[in-house]
């Protein structure tokens, strides 16, 4: 099983900054098989970026994402209110599909 | 527009079996996509149970293999989790979602409102 490490477990950042979040595999993953979610307090996850760089429909252009091998990352270029949320990355690579443990994004 | 809603009894007893369902609507259970089971217990992060293909296929994590099936009701369009011998550690929102895998595009693009199921007597 792929464990996919998430940090940092909290990011504390101002509105209009830029936020890193990173995403590290125990194992390599193809690029195309990684995928990242925002998840809002009592909703449902929402498909943000796959194949490690790709945004879904309706995502702005401040979220983007990038890495291979072992190693990904999200960027949010300049966080607007409503991007303050957890934030997991997810692998397709290898069944069985596991996520990380997310990244809590508050307001600082 | 695809949209997913699941429904089911909130609370199970202990030894008991959890039964949900996911209803697909404004678009065909049939359609080349895996359908999955996501749960999240209070708290805490994003657990894959399981997924079935169209074509009655199905997946399971390893954890939860002995204890979980998931199949499909083509006539009524829509999917269904079975989770037996449920214990107070499968209390969680349940999600389902369609699995999108096609050429360069890997994602659940499409869930559920999730439903809180507790695990009580």
């Known amino acids: 099983e792929i464990v996919l490490t998430q940090s940092p477990g909290t990011l504390s950042v101002s509105p209009g900054e830029r936020a890193t979040l990173s995403c590290r595999a125990s194992l390599s993953v193809i690029s195309t098989y990684l995928a990242w979610y925002q998840q809002k307090p009592g909703q449902a996850p929402r498909l943000l970026i796959y194949g490690a760089s790709s945004r879904a429909t309706g995502i702005p252009d401040r979220f983007s994402g990038s890495g291979s091998g072992t190693d990904f990352t999200l960027t949010i270029s300049r966080l607007e209110p409503e991007d303050f949320a957890v934030y997991y990355c997810?692998?397709?690579?290898?069944?069985?599909?596991?996520f990380g443990q997310g990244t809590k994004v508050e307001i600082k | 527009q695809v949209q997913l809603q699941e429904s089911g009894p909130g609370l199970v007893k202990p030894s008991g079996t959890l039964s949900l369902s996911c209803a697909v609507s404004?678009?065909?259970?049939?359609?080349?996509?895996?359908w999955s089971w996501v749960r999240q217990p209070p708290g805490k992060g994003l657990e894959w149970i399981g997924e079935i293909y169209h074509s009655g296929n199905t997946n399971y994590s390893p954890s939860l293999m002995s204890r979980a099936t998931i199949s499909l009701d083509k006539s009524k369009n829509q999917f269904s989790l079975q989770l037996s011998s449920v214990t107070a550690a499968d209390t969680a929102v349940y999600f389902c979602?369609?699995?999108?895998?096609?050429?360069?595009?890997?994602?659940?693009?499409?869930w559920g409102q999730g439903i809180t199921v507790t695990v009580s007597s």
């Open positions: 997810q692998q397709y690579n290898n069944s069985p599909w596991t």
């Open positions: 404004g678009g065909s259970i049939s359609s080349s996509n895996w």
């Open positions: 979602a369609r699995d999108s895998r096609v050429t360069l595009f890997y994602g659940m693009d499409v």
